[in-house]
């Protein structure tokens, strides 16, 4: 098994005012992200933008040859099942989590699911 990266968009205002240095929430989420701890075979980045800004805080969910999802309208108090269900999609071969096994938050903030590059020829 190949493993997973959680990409956490850290730019991410979720709509809110956030003062000169102050951290935005989407740094916030990244930083309850790393405190909890990735599940085995998930690893954690934070990246400068997803291009999801009118959706919240945003995370991207991929690994080689798997499909890929984005997530959006995510809070702290979501980290939890942000890392259910990252664990459970790095234990699938193709990405692919049966929708009942998803977490609440990945089966109804889903913004993109993108399928498996073509490998080069």
């Known amino acids: 098994m190949t493993g997973a990266t959680l990409y ?9 005012p956030v003062p000169e240095g102050a951290p935005r929430p ?3 989420l990244h930083a309850a992200l790393l405190a909890a701890g ?3 075979g998930v690893r954690i980045v934070a990246v400068e933008c ?7 805080c945003t995370v ?4 080689p040859g798997a499909w890929s999802y984005v997530y959006g309208r995510l809070a702290l108090d979501d980290v939890p ?4 269900g990252a664990r459970r999609y790095a234990a699938t071969a193709d990405g692919i989590v049966p929708w009942r096994d998803r977490p609440t938050v990945f089966r109804k903030q889903s913004i993109a699911r993108i399928p498996p590059l073509e490998p080069n020829s």
């Open 8 to 16: 956490v968009c850290t730019t991410c205002k979720a709509g809110e």
């Open 26 to 28: 989407g740094s916030r």
């Open 38 to 40: 990735a599940p085995e």
């Open 50 to 56: 997803l291009s999801a800004c009118d959706n919240g």
């Open 60 to 63: 991207s969910l991929s690994k």
């Open 81 to 84: 099942a942000i890392l259910e």
